[in-house]
């Protein structure tokens, strides 16, 4: 037990270390502010409301594996108005953003979005989707979307529903985030309405950032097939209950997450949308069977690499550095591993930490004596 524990406190410091900062939310914040500003100042004839999707707005933002690499900031932009054509829809956005001397150089059409690519000093990219309200907006939050499949195809409609799956998301955490948030303003001596939002991380987001680390590093030869976040991120939800701890809900996801898999009239796996029975996060894996088979070999390696995993269980803290590195990255762990050692010389000092004949480390008093180490780098 105590060694399980000792993972989830490894995978809770792991989840902190791949975050974004608290500075870089505030950039990317600023910088889709200020699109969404232009867009409404040059659509002069209909209001636009942006807002972000994904994982920005879900709190499971990680970084890049590498420092060169971006991360996406998925956008929403909603116009008001009813448009009877899809690319009308589509170019409302596209073609004001084509005038700006800021955006227009960093600008690519997707088959659903409009990417803006920053410089490499930001770090990420922008991914803004135009959108309207469907006629059932007010009821489902539904709304209207455009898709072109390549450059030979036509414009369609499809629908989307980014804010009804936050609520759903959001309603899922709802007891664990408060009280981790009332215990977060007991410790701090604050009010409960003062706790900033960016502080309380649930068990289920730290969870699905740890599962996204470890798929980046898995896939990060064949990025084109790893299993997508949306997938993870709903079949993570469904399962958690706000009981468990991040050991535990990567061992139920591991071996429950078969339970949430359905089967279309076709035969077909289907993951649905919570929230809009007609989507199917699955929809690509008919004609691109790689996806589906990647994602059933990354379940059954995922179970073995952070849930039974032997070196993690049982070995010392020599073994279980190499394999948290190999897991989850060199650099980052070894950031990891530095914060350890520097809170461990600090608790040291006060007396307060000891050396287990295992080699890991415990409050409780032994007669082995800490002695400096470098664990953590080679």
């Known amino acids: 037990m105590e060694n399980k524990q000792n993972i989830d406190a490894m995978y809770r ?49 990680i970084k890049p594996i590498s420092d060169k690499d971006e991360y996406d900031i998925d956008l929403v932009a909603t116009i008001d108005n009813k448009f009877t054509r899809a690319k009308e829809l589509k170019n409302i956005v596209g073609d004001v953003l084509k005038t700006s001397d800021r955006y227009s150089e960093k600008l690519e059409e997707g088959k659903r979005c409009w990417t803006i690519q920053y410089s490499e000093s930001a770090n990420y990219h922008m991914d803004i989707l135009p959108t309207m309200k469907s006629d059932t907006y007010f009821q489902n939050k539904k709304l209207i979307m455009t898709h072109k499949e390549d450059e030979n195809s036509d414009y369609e409609f499809r629908q989307t529903n980014p804010e009804a799956y936050y609520d759903w998301f959001v309603k899922r955490m709802e007891e664990e985030k408060k009280k981790l948030t009332q215990e977060y303003a007991i410790r701090n001596k604050i009010e409960i309405v003062e706790v900033p939002e960016y502080k309380i991380k649930t068990t289920l987001q730290i969870a699905i950032e740890i599962l996204k680390r470890y798929r980046d590093i898995k896939f990060k030869d064949t990025p084109d097939i790893k299993p997508i976040s949306i997938i993870l991120t709903t079949l993570m939800a469904k399962i958690y209950t706000g009981k468990e701890n991040v050991y535990e809900l990567i061992e139920k996801f591991s071996r429950e997450y078969v339970l949430y898999l359905e089967k279309d009239e076709n035969g077909n796996v289907l993951i649905q949308n919570p929230v809009n029975e007609n989507e199917n996060f699955a929809d690509k ?18 179970r073995h690499d952070l849930v039974t995993n032997k070196v993690l269980l049982e070995g010392n803290l020599r073994e279980q550095a190499d394999a948290y590195k190999k897991l989850f990255g060199e650099n980052m762990v070894n950031k990891v591993y530095e914060s350890i050692a520097k809170s461990t010389r600090e608790e040291r000092e006060k007396s307060n930490i000891y050396l287990k004949e295992n080699g890991n480390l415990t409050t409780e008093k032994t007669d082995i004596t800490v002695r400096k180490h470098n664990f953590y780098g080679k």
Request: charged residues 30%; hydrophobic residues 35%.
């Open 13 to 61: 410091k792991i989840a902190a270390e791949i975050e974004i900062s608290e500075t870089q939310a505030e950039k990317a914040k600023e910088s889709y502010e200020a699109v969404g500003n232009y867009l409404n100042n040059n659509i002069k004839q209909y209001d636009v409301r942006i807002f972000p999707q994904g994982s920005f707005m879900l709190g499971t933002v």
């Open 285 to 302: 894996w008919p004609s691109n069977p790689e996806r589906k088979e990647a994602f059933f070999k990354f379940m059954d390696e995922l």
